[in-house]
């Protein structure tokens, strides 16, 4: 058991002060699924959580909107209040947990701690996707942590690891299932053979999507997700309203199963890759889209509502972070390992040891930019509905003829068809510029051996 | 391009004295695979690596036995000396690397480096698990940092997941397979059929396993890492001397196939496992052996050199970590990232930021066990070789007879077996303790209807 704190600090050069041993004094806005998680958590493990931080980590102020149901939460012993600029800048407060998600204001007032001297930690992608270059360039001013490890993987410590774990490495791509609304119905849609609409009514049953899906369903969470991470990987600014973000909404069931027949599974991945080719192109590319990914890769095993993020760096080779991607305790993990490394450091004058995106600001590449999607490179997965199945060779020729690679050609296995439907034509191609393919697909759309759509997907080849 | 180290810092609030802008100077003992490794990737990525440090690090000098070898990796701005202590205590260095391998000496050399006032980084699990808790005391009495990234899974950042990124938790187990020679010796094993002899002449082969492979085929190297995540995991002293150990010398082909036919994967496993049961066992298990695992867990997908390893934390739930687990590479992206953490924080007062073993002094439980042998509580594959098909009903009856909880019985396939071999009888079992495994098979030796050796391995159901 965790004995006494003032003795508890291993290192005798840590100053000794009673402003270092104290409680670290957390005040919270929001008291919902991640507050109230974070509060839990901190409660049960008290004794061990101190063990491992050197002090007790205490809250001391909570705003909600409804006081009564907050208590109900904290018990008594916790101040509350209706007002959170007055949790923001709260005298007593060493650290704003910002749990209350949204933008504009959670924007107010994560500034307003920060200008009040405190640090901040914070789970909300949206918040620092959208407002992350404003709100650390003023945590950097006023020499506070604003630390946001749940704000991608939750539990998984990805942040942690891409800004401490792998510090030695030029990264040369991160690329994930980060999202787990998403996963869980593409998994769904696979083992089950449901198309979107039932995988996501039994999402929404299981309290795996929300009421109104959009964030999660069109990317736009993973999207946020990425944009913190390409940050950390390659030292560039958040640059989150340049990502391609495609979602899973439009995505067939006759894809997935095609999908399979060609020996991959589809998975909704965040995808950001430093490019400096020969060619001249020197960019990222950050973009989130449902991809194949080989059946036998270690991301297609990643199933359910978990997640799971591939890195990888010129000295360590690819690395790999699997867990769960939502969840109030899971949440929770993320927010007080925030909040132990603060108290690790709070009151000595090295609390903001660590750069906010990885990199100090000297260090940062102002001008990188996310590459155009024309100019993204990979190869595809293309399936054309055609007249007759003799068509095959009309087809792969005339790809072949617009400079699209194909690599392998072949029609769609009749029980994945639906009865009377028109025979499918399957195209794997080698890597490409996406604006070939996007030119190729929309032209095959008028070619006369073509019965209908032309779907086309990304097929992500990762090592790993 | 990193541009100016001293405009370099975010926080104003670090001190901005000549101390703390100043590269960080490295003394390293050893110019081998991590040496020269480590040297390397500093060098490629040095504006890199500085602009996420905050400063340079820069290897002033090297202790090597080939002076002529050493010049011709690191050059002639690096001084070179034979002498290890010159460079455990030299005026000029801030950190030692210790990169040389083996116990004795290399303990004379840390110890003397951590009094001299040095930090110490090093990927030496020997010298940890073995050496570590005096070490860890003494760096404690002197408030240097000890950094041992490297000792566990290489580039995989292990020991800061579990110390920094999972404090919130209470620890339930650790799991994983943290010996890539090994894991690549099973790996074609299963694959090609082969049997162990084979399987290791490849990897010595291939360089995956050295000439006298000890260490690794006999699991000591994964015992030392195991021990090194359990103090981590559960607050408790390095207990190197109380783990169970056994290695996959004797693992048989015939064992790997029929775990294939039963639905699992053998895998040499370190598990260290919190317990605190009912029925009063009080400790922890702390154990290395081939274990069966599903077919379809992650950990199972894990094949060739390759490592993965498994948290269970009462709020993160499981979480996992995969990547390379050796090569020179690989362990320098460790060792630099152990190095920036101390540049990092190194001048100010704060540079032993996290207690070595991920917990304070008073809050490391001494008094924690390792459990014995005896207690240790898992499910069990048993194969019975016997004299008569028909026989695998007494076997069955005889098991439950000795209180030994039979979930499943069925012969071997007969493509599984020699020709002209006995059939066998294959048993799993529900969770048991292992003394009422070791008796039932100790006592089944001598049962009229059996044919020779019983085999048992443990089987491993983890959560993920």
């Known amino acids: 058991m965790y004995r006494d704190p003032v003795q508890s600090l291993e290192a005798p ?10 409680p670290l004094r957390v005040g919270m806005i ?55 600029m007055q949790v923001a800048t709260h005298p ?44 650390f360039a003023a945590a950097r001013q006023h020499g506070v942590a604003v630390a ?30 980060i999202n787990g609304t998403t996963n869980f119905i593409l998994s769904k849609m696979r083992d089950e053979g449901v198309g979107f609409a039932e995988a996501l009514a039994q999402a929404q049953a299981l309290g795996y999507a929300e009421a109104d899906p959009t964030f999660d369903i069109e990317g736009i969470d993973a999207a946020h997700k990425i944009t913190l991470l390409a940050a ?7 640059r989150f309203a340049d990502a391609q973000v495609e979602g899973i909404a439009a995505l067939q069931g006759l894809d997935v199963a095609c999908a399979e027949q060609l020996g991959f599974r589809i998975k ?28 036998n890769h270690l991301l297609a095993h990643v199933d359910g509502s978990m997640n799971g993020i591939m890195v990888k760096g010129d000295a360590s080779g690819v690395t790999m972070y699997y867990g769960a991607g939502a969840g109030s305790e899971q949440t929770a993990s993320a927010v007080i390992a925030d909040l132990v490394d603060v108290a690790r450091l709070d009151g000595t004058h090295a609390a ?16 990188l930019a996310v590459l155009p999607r024309a100019a993204v490179h990979t190869r595809h997965y293309l399936r054309v509905p055609v007249h007759q199945a003799q068509q095959i060779e009309a087809v792969g020729a005339w790809l072949a003829a617009q400079h699209v690679p194909v ?58």
């Not at 050069?13 to 104290?22: G, H, I, K, V």
């Not at 491992?52 to 939460?73: D, E, H, N, P, Y």
């Not at 965040?270 to 973009?287: F, T």
């Open 407 to 464: 690599a392998r050609v072949q029609l769609a296995c009749a029980q994945q068809l639906p009865a009377g439907g028109a025979p499918q034509v399957l195209v794997l191609t080698d890597a490409v510029a996406q604006a070939t393919v996007d030119l190729a697909v929309h032209a095959l759309g008028a070619h006369p051996a073509v019965a209908g759509p032309v779907v086309s997907l990304r097929v992500e080849m990762l090592e790993g």
């Open 352 to 367: 903001q040891r660590v750069p906010h995106l990885g990199f100090h600001a000297p260090a940062i590449h102002d001008h």
């Open 268 to 295: 909704l991945l965040g995808v950001a890759r430093r490019r400096q080719d020969g060619d001249g192109a020197d960019g990222v590319e950050l973009r989130v889209q449902p991809a194949l990914v080989p059946a």
């Open 30 to 84: 929001g008291i919902g699924t991640v507050g109230a998680g974070t509060f839990r958590v901190l409660a049960r493990n008290q004794a061990l959580i101190a063990g491992r931080a050197g002090r007790g980590i205490k809250v001391v102020v909570v705003c909600a909107r409804s006081l009564a149901r907050a208590m109900s939460v904290v018990g008594k012993e916790v101040a509350l209040t209706n007002d959170p």
């Open 148 to 177: 946001y490890e749940g704000a991608v993987a939750v539990s998984i410590p990805i942040v942690k690891a891409l800004r401490e774990g792998l510090t030695a490495n030029r990264i040369e791509w991160v690329a994930g299932i």
């Open 92 to 135: 007593d407060v060493d650290v704003l947990v910002e749990a209350a998600g949204g933008t504009g204001p959670a924007r107010d007032w994560v500034l307003a701690a920060i200008r009040a001297g405190k640090h901040v930690v914070t789970a909300n992608k949206a918040l620092l996707a959208e407002h992350g270059n404003e709100i």
């Open 13 to 22: 050069s840590l100053p000794s002060s009673a402003t270092a041993m104290r």
């Open 232 to 238: 950390n990987a390659f030292g560039m600014p958040l």
